[in-house]
């Protein structure tokens, strides 16, 4: 369907393009005619990666079915959870119909992802689609070619056909904007979907997708990930293209933001890695680190997996149910004859937020600010949180970047000397945030992603297939005396909410590596997995 937009720069307020916005993403769930559900359709997306993509290439399930399917299923998860910008159901149609003919003439799939739909968050360019990055003034801006990592995908054989929401700013661990509003947690609506990843998270969750694309400066995948109880991986930052992203301050290498998937499976995980790498992305964005995705097939069959835990970052103290559940995995583990435990002792973290926090606005937050008030869109509440409220944020000159860079790497150096001091340890074992699913507006702690950001370690979340409950979290908690400011934030949402507030909230811990240790992170976590008793896939659920 065209798409004639409304902007700014063509005179309309900022509440007009807003509601042309809307507008224009519910008649594009209109035109996939959303209906009820057949048995068969369950069975599709039910399915995980591995399996779509297998009964896909055999031509079991043809690839327009497929995609029929997961264009109402995510028009669905948007109206459970509002998460998605627009349907694609033409483009998606017009390329599944293209993979059907091909597999039929060819009697072979296109590529690896023959047929596979896969969801894109808004941000990352579609040729001739908009790119607003969640700023109303923005909306208008058109993409030329897809992005680097789309076209990767497509020559795979992958199908796009949702595109989902993000917050203002980019820069939320939820996601809320004045073009879509807020996407909220699909087991919880008084909770977030996280972000800036958000309506991945959700439409993932929610099964709208079985393998989505998220972007990750200081959380944006896992949190997502994590508070809809599904698998996120950010790896190490050039090693997959961010080539064709949208946001502000292009070019800044103070901190660098990365993409990855997020998946009901980890082999989803694992297969669009593979993928990607296996396109040789380096060969058209050299910045990109030329390496082959290694195969470690029998890493861990002739010594044993050594993985740190990190209880609590000496910052913030995570709630019960974190705490609960990193001592149920950790339990299984040291039973097993495969796993060795120790336990990590944090260095810095409350340092290492104020190096950080100091480096994602290298400008003081002026092109930032300047996206926002050139529409005269409202200010969301984290938005003024994590730029007019930062104080750590410094408009700098050249002098002191480089002074901040430099303390950026002495930090890194630091840490690389405490994991040299940690003998053999392969990974680290640690929340994904001081809680589950936050209530909205209430994401204020980052610490616990952004800190592998701030080293540039990947890290994998993975549900640990539980959720809050009254009955396992609810029990009276000791008086506890805060740390500090962010700590007695953090806890009083605890004390003020308890358990029947987060009720329902999936579980989720983070595995970390060392950089550019991709391969060897997602091998440890087939090991820490299996051992812990843990499934490698989300079994479907009944989101509310």
Same mark, same amino acid.
Request: proline share 6%; charged share 20%.
């Given at each position: ?25 519910? =008649?594009?769930?209109? !035109?996939?005619?959303? !209906? ?119 020559? =795979? ?180 004859? *495969? ?20 480096? +994602? ?45 430099? !303390? ?6 630091? +840490? ?26 209430? =994401? ?45 934030? *953090? ?10 507030? +987060? ?39 009944? =989101?509310?």
């Amino acid at each position: 369907m065209s798409d004639v937009r409304k902007t700014i720069a063509g005179g309309a307020t900022w509440q007009v393009v807003a509601e042309d916005r809307r507008r224009h993403r519910d =008649a594009t769930i209109a !035109e996939a005619k959303p !209906e009820a559900f057949s048995r068969e359709d369950l069975a599709i997306t039910n399915s995980n990666v591995k399996d779509l993509a297998a009964r896909l290439a055999s031509g079991e399930w043809s690839a327009t079915t497929v995609i029929k399917v997961f264009l109402r299923r995510a028009g669905a998860a948007q109206g459970l959870a509002n998460c998605v910008v627009e349907l694609l159901p033409e483009r998606a149609m017009r390329r599944a119909e293209e993979l059907d003919r091909y597999l039929a003439e060819n009697k072979k799939p296109v590529g690896p992802l023959h047929g596979v739909p896969i969801s894109v968050k808004e941000h990352i360019a579609m040729m001739g689609l908009d790119l607003n990055a969640g700023f109303v003034a923005w909306v208008g801006r058109v993409a030329e070619e897809d992005a680097l990592l789309l076209q990767i995908l497509w020559d =795979a054989g992958a199908v796009f056909y949702v595109r989902s929401t993000q917050p203002q700013t980019l820069m939320h661990l939820e996601t809320s904007s004045n073009l879509y509003g807020v996407t909220t947690n699909p087991f919880n609506s008084t909770l977030t979907a996280g972000g800036s990843s958000g309506g991945e998270g959700a439409l993932v969750g929610l099964r709208g997708s079985v393998l989505g694309i998220g972007t990750d400066i200081g959380g944006s995948i896992r949190s997502p990930a994590a508070n809809n109880g599904v698998f996120g991986f950010k790896p190490t930052s050039e090693r997959l293209p961010i080539l064709g992203w949208s946001a502000p301050m292009a070019g800044c290498e103070a901190i660098l933001g990365t993409i990855g998937p997020l998946s009901t499976s980890l082999e989803g995980v694992k297969l669009f890695m593979k993928t990607v790498v296996g396109g040789k992305p380096w060969l058209k964005s050299p910045n990109l680190v030329a390496m082959d995705w290694r195969d470690t097939t029998g890493l861990f069959s002739e010594r044993r997996l050594k993985v740190a835990v990190m209880w609590d970052d000496e910052v913030v103290k995570p709630h019960p149910p974190i705490s609960r559940a990193l001592e149920e995995v950790v339990g299984e583990l040291e039973k097993s004859q *495969n796993v060795e435990i120790v336990d990590w002792a944090p260095q810095g973290h409350d340092r290492a937020w104020s190096i950080i926090a100091g480096l +994602y606005f290298a400008d003081g937050g002026a092109q930032t600010s300047e996206a926002i008030n050139a529409s005269g869109e409202p200010w969301q509440p984290l938005s003024k949180w994590i730029v007019q409220e930062n104080p750590h944020l410094k408009k700098h000159d050249v002098t002191s970047l480089w002074s901040a860079c430099a !303390e950026r790497d002495e930090y890194r150096q630091e +840490y690389a000397e405490l994991w040299n001091k940690k003998a053999d340890v392969d990974v680290i074992l640690c929340p994904v945030g001081p809680g589950v699913a936050p209530k909205l507006n209430a =994401a204020r702690y980052w610490g616990y992603t952004s800190q592998w950001n701030l080293l540039d370690y990947p890290a994998v979340v993975f549900p640990v297939n539980d959720h809050v409950s009254p009955e396992k979290d609810g029990a009276p908690i000791a008086d506890y005396g805060p740390r500090n400011d962010a700590d007695e934030y *953090n806890w009083s949402q605890w004390t003020q909410h308890g358990a029947e507030g +987060y009720e329902g909230a999936p579980i989720s811990l983070q595995l970390v590596g060392r950089r550019y240790d991709e391969e060897k992170l997602l091998a440890a976590l087939e090991v820490v997995l299996k051992e812990a008793g843990l499934p490698t896939a989300v079994p479907p659920t009944k =989101a509310t």
